[in-house]
């Protein structure tokens, strides 16, 4: 495992609920159990059950949501799971996160994501990048990820970029305010628009207005597409022209081949998949036939805390299942640079990382 976890890695579809540690999210249904707002021993099995359906892993989010309400607790769940990814060598990060009202709390969607973005200032075992290169950069530390050798330590670093999800189970109007708020937040690194949440709710038709004027205005999109069959709306969401889509477990020879002629990046993520059962076995997993055909791809987490899983182990199974070395895996990861919602100095830099990188790979 160490050899994957010393690679430098690109992460693109991770959210932020669903990549919470157990420890913390048990240590929070503690006090909320002390509190007599839940039934802890209840909660605790729940928590650290492993196979779960897809159907099973949205009442899960539904009770996460419930243990980290406030917007303190917002704040440290950004900053761990920031640290957790950096602390396995990942060098950019796009963490996905839907935006929260909660009027009895006073949270709404922007102070949840103001909530959000304090906790990537919090992050202090690594060096954060999270403004884009032509950002008004006053008042923040740097934005750069030059190591700060000056006395003589060299400081980890990663990259950090936000999407803004949109919830299936939003209104029009609820999907318009998020993207708004992703347009008022650009400046602080939110770059795209996701639509995730569960696939078996909610209309297409619904989103479909608040995705096309993301596109207009110019930011990046990426779809939850195909987690279980529905061709139409498949065909609909390649239609869009989504600049990545996620999963597409459940596509047809028909939409596996407009797929392939559009060449949208497809984020993989694997024990999700197996996990949910949107796949039934990873030797029946579209990731060979995508790598085989060079289609691109990124292996991602998905929901690390709630798969028990971490980058890493991800590239650790696409090794072991697929036969893939330690070379091909490289190249994957150092192709994802391709497919990032970042600026090109970012891109570029993240090129160097990955040049150094290679020269000490054998
Ligand atoms: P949050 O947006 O609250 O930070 O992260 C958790 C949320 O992400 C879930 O409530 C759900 O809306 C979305 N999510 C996490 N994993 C998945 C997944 O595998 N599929 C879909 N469609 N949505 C997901």
Redesign the pocket.
């Known amino acids: 495992m160490e050899g994957w976890v010393s690679m430098p890695k690109v992460e693109l579809h991770a ?4 990549s919470v540690r157990d420890s913390t999210l048990l240590e929070l249904a503690r006090v909320l159990g002390e509190k007599g707002v839940i039934v802890f021993s209840d909660v605790e099995h729940v928590i650290l059950k492993n196979e779960r359906s ?1 159907a099973e ?2 009442r899960l ?2 009770l ?2 419930i243990l ?1 309400t406030d917007h303190k607790i917002i704040t440290r769940i950004t900053k761990e799971v920031i640290e957790d990814f950096a602390s396995e060598n990942v060098v950019y990060l796009e963490l ?3 935006p ?1 009202k909660n009027d009895s709390i006073g949270m709404s969607k922007r102070s949840y994501l103001e909530a959000v973005l304090e906790g990537i200032k919090a992050v202090n075992t690594v060096d954060v990048a999270f403004r884009p290169h032509n950002a008004d950069v006053s008042n923040v530390k740097s934005s750069s990820l030059i190591n700060d050798t000056c006395n003589g330590s060299t400081r980890k670093e990663i990259y950090v970029r936000l999407l803004l ?1 949109i ?2 189970r939003e209104t029009t109007e609820a999907a318009m305010e998020t993207v708004k708020l992703a347009l008022q937040m650009r400046d602080l690194g939110v770059v795209g628009i996701d639509l ?4 078996i709710v909610g209309e297409w038709m619904t989103f479909f207005p608040a995705l096309k004027f993301a596109r207009e205005q110019g930011l990046y999109i990426t779809l ?1 597409c195909g ?1 279980v069959p529905n061709p139409k709306e498949i065909r609909a969401m390649l239609d869009l022209l989504p600049q990545r889509i ?2 597409a477990c459940c596509f047809e020879e028909e939409e596996w081949k407009r797929l392939k002629s559009l060449n949208i990046p497809v984020e993989i ?1 694997l024990t ?1 998949n197996i996990r ?1 059962n949107s796949v039934h076995s990873i030797e029946v997993h579209h990731f060979a036939d995508l790598y085989n055909s060079k289609h691109p791809l990124v292996i991602c987490t ?2 690390s805390g ?1 798969f028990s899983t971490s980058l890493s182990k991800e590239y650790n199974l696409a090794a072991s299942a697929f036969g893939l070395g330690r070379r091909e895996l490289f190249q994957l990861a150092q192709n994802a640079i391709e497919y990032i919602f970042a600026d090109d100095e970012v891109k570029r830099e993240l090129k160097e990382i990955f040049n150094s990188a290679e020269k000490k790979l054998d």
């Open positions: 959210h932020l609920n669903g897809l892993v949205f989010f539904d996460i949501h980290t996905r996160t839907t929260k999800s919830d299936r995730s949440g569960n696939p939850h987690e996620g999963h993520c999700s949910t998905d929901d709630v």
